[in-house]
């Protein structure tokens, strides 16, 4: 009997995969462990390894097909067994299912890309990063075990000149498609206001001294306690369904050299500020290294960007759907203000609530953002 390779599932949340390339073509043999194609899902990559040896039968589905989870992808030819013959059963058979097997059937009429000449061996960060960049890893050197190619040869590949007008793909496709579907699909309105943050910036200095936290870190712990009283500020929204959540997930957006991503910290209100601060370090440190799960970037409930590190002040953040609404941090700035009627020099942020004004309206916004401001304050 032939293998049949499956779209994995690899979190609770996960649906469906695209798939971003083939490393084995029609007719290849294949041992068991060896990659067979990437996918991506949730802006996360991941290697999906041929669980037995044989020959490549079918590729079922072309790059850049969106395929749910448990959809059957490819076809391994056992020892004995014809590929091409096996190939031939398998598509008549989808032909003559019914409408349960068209999808497949459609979806094989686009023959999947060819893999590169030569067998590609690379680690995923060194994957992932070409991709985003659209190198084409065939034409890379490897210098790692084996000539593997790392992150280092793929970095030094991007240095040398390259031709312009290179497609926008991978990672920085899936930011733009979203972003463009999010301020399409929603009614998104920003408010601004300036939070006092004298006392912030001094507990800061003061628990410092006992663990490593940044003002983000700080700045979720505000925003999860802030939420419990703010249900609709937590709502997430599917077209013209709206879901409520009783749990308090904040996402944290997270830049990386080749695009955004925002991993979760899961029940932010029932953690201490030591906690949080462990795992957006850990969160972080994953998201650079190319180590985060689906689960790692799934589930939130509302989201916080900060951008007060490069110098900005203020900015307009797009809410990250199907969420509601979205904190943008500015940076922390020395000034005179009015304090206890008195002038004297208070550090001041400015921090910006992006919201959908289709669920949300400006008076809970400015309200949840109010306390948030107060909580900062104090």
Request: hydrophobic share 45%.
């Amino acid at each position: 009997m032939p293998i049949e390779v499956l779209m994995p599932k690899f979190g609770l949340t996960m649906q469906e995969g695209t798939i971003q390339q083939w490393f084995k073509a029609e007719g290849e043999s294949i041992e068991a462990g060896q990659p067979l194609y990437e996918v991506e899902t949730e802006k996360v990559l991941y290697e999906v390894e041929a669980p037995a040896n044989g020959v490549v039968a079918k590729l079922l589905y072309p790059v850049e097909a969106t395929v749910p989870c448990g959809q059957v992808v490819a076809l391994i030819a056992s020892a004995g067994e014809d590929p091409v013959e096996i190939a031939k059963q398998y598509m008549l058979k989808a032909t003559t299912a019914g409408p349960s097997a068209a999808p497949v059937a459609k979806a094989a009429s686009a023959p999947p890309a060819a893999p590169t000449a030569r067998s590609v061996v690379a680690t995923p960060v060194a994957r992932k990063l070409a991709k985003e960049h659209g190198l084409d890893l065939a034409a890379v050197a490897g210098t790692g075990p084996g000539g593997r190619i790392t992150r280092e040869d793929v970095e030094a590949a991007l240095a040398e000149p390259r031709a312009k007008g290179q497609p926008l793909k991978g990672m920085r496709k899936t930011i733009a498609e979203r972003m463009f579907q999010s301020l399409q699909s929603t009614a998104q309105l920003t408010i601004t206001t300036e939070a006092d943050v004298t006392t912030l910036v001094q507990r800061r200095a003061q628990l410092s001294k006992q663990f490593s936290l940044t003002y983000t870190d700080l700045l979720v712990e505000a925003v999860a306690a802030t939420l419990r009283q703010h249900p609709r500020l937590r709502l997430t929204a599917d077209g013209d369904s709206i879901q409520r959540h009783e749990e308090i997930n904040v996402g944290i957006a997270v830049a990386l050299d080749e695009g955004l991503i925002v991993p979760v910290i899961r029940d932010a209100d029932g953690k201490d500020l030591r906690r949080i601060a462990e795992e957006s370090r850990a969160l972080a440190e994953k998201a650079r290294g190319g180590a985060l799960s689906v689960e790692d970037v799934s589930g939130g409930t509302f989201t916080i960007t900060n951008l007060g590190m490069y110098g900005v002040d203020a900015f307009t953040p797009i809410i990250n759907q199907p969420q509601v609404a979205i904190l943008g941090v500015g940076r922390i700035v020395e000034k005179p203000a009015v304090h206890e009627g008195q002038i004297a020099i208070r550090s001041l942020m400015t921090l910006s609530l992006t919201f959908d004004h289709r669920i949300v309206d400006g008076a809970p916004a400015a309200a949840f953002l109010q306390e948030v401001v107060a909580r900062l304050s104090r």
